[in-house]
């Protein structure tokens, strides 16, 4: 990640004020899409495992 030194912290001129994120936008973004990926990857890799046992 980027020190916090790098990141601007104000809008350049001319451009269009950047809104503030609500909670549903940081929780989405930091919990919610990784979560959605590692349960495809879980079962994508456990799934034959899991059939297996139950056949």
Do not use: D, H, N, Y
Not at 6 to 11: C, G, I, N, S, V
Not at 15 to 22: L, R, S
């Amino acid at each position: 990640m980027l020190p916090a030194a790098f990141l601007p912290l104000e809008t350049l001129p001319s451009w269009p004020a950047v809104p503030e994120p609500t909670l549903v936008e940081l929780l989405t973004v930091t919990l919610f899409v990784p979560f959605a990926i590692a349960a495809v990857v879980v079962a994508l890799v456990m799934g034959p495992a899991w059939r297996g046992k139950a056949e």
